[in-house]
């Protein structure tokens, strides 16, 4: 593919994530992401020849974003309570730098999950390693039990619902862009000592 080509593949994914990201793979039309991109339906349609086609490339890159470095903590050799450290500041400076890929996953959460949890497990993720480390924690007297669901879920939603509802919480807080770009910096140290304050034995 020459230079050209491939500023123009870019220019269209570019386009059709921001279209998918504001109205979903439903809401989207081809022809919106061709003006999106600044180009005619029929070149779009010569590099992608269907909706299901950009919208399939726009989740790939989407992924290779979100889960790598996400994966590769939870699944490291590091202690459970430094994962919940690492997860909360990965996710949450990946998000600030792609505010947007938290609203992308949402719609496609709603619209294909089966897709999503084969992507993931596709990726390595393996939830029998945050059991077991689990297990070892509480027999050691470290922390009190929690399913490995219930702190997952209590992580990630943690993290992603700001970004989510970055609209709502500005205006009921009454913050500009930048108070809230610190508020985001905060969560990095509250949402980790929220989970390992909640779950961590007072010794």
């Given amino acids: 593919m020459t230079g050209l080509d491939t500023n123009t593949e870019d220019i269209i994914l570019k386009a059709a994530r921001k279209v998918f990201t504001h109205k979903g793979f439903d809401g989207a039309r081809m022809q919106e992401i061709a003006d999106e991109a ?3 339906k029929a070149l779009l349609h010569y590099y992608f020849r269907s909706k299901d086609k950009l919208f399939e490339a726009i989740f ?8 790598p470095k996400i994966i590769a903590v939870l699944m490291s050799p590091v202690s459970l309570f430094e994962k919940i450290e690492k997860v909360s500041f990965n996710y949450i400076e990946m998000l600030k730098k792609n505010p947007d890929l938290a609203i992308f996953v949402f719609h496609e959460i709603s619209r294909n999950p089966i897709r999503l949890v084969g992507n993931f497990k596709n990726a390595g993720a393996d939830f029998n390693i945050i059991k ?11 922390m009190y039990p929690i399913k490995a669901e219930h702190l997952i879920a209590n992580l990630i939603s943690m993290c992603v ?6 609209p709502v919480f ?11 770009d610190q508020f985001l910096e905060e969560r990095k ?4 000592q929220t989970i390992i304050t909640a779950i961590k034995t007072r010794k």
């Fill in 60 to 67: 790939v890159e989407v992924l290779n974003t979100v889960f």
């Fill in 38 to 40: 600044g180009i005619n």
């Fill in 132 to 142: 077991i480390q689990i297990e070892e924690e509480v027999k050691a007297g470290n």
């Fill in 189 to 192: 140290q509250i949402i980790p």
């Fill in 170 to 180: 500005m205006g009921m807080a009454g913050m500009d862009n930048d108070a809230y």
């Fill in 161 to 166: 619902f700001p970004f989510i509802a970055r």
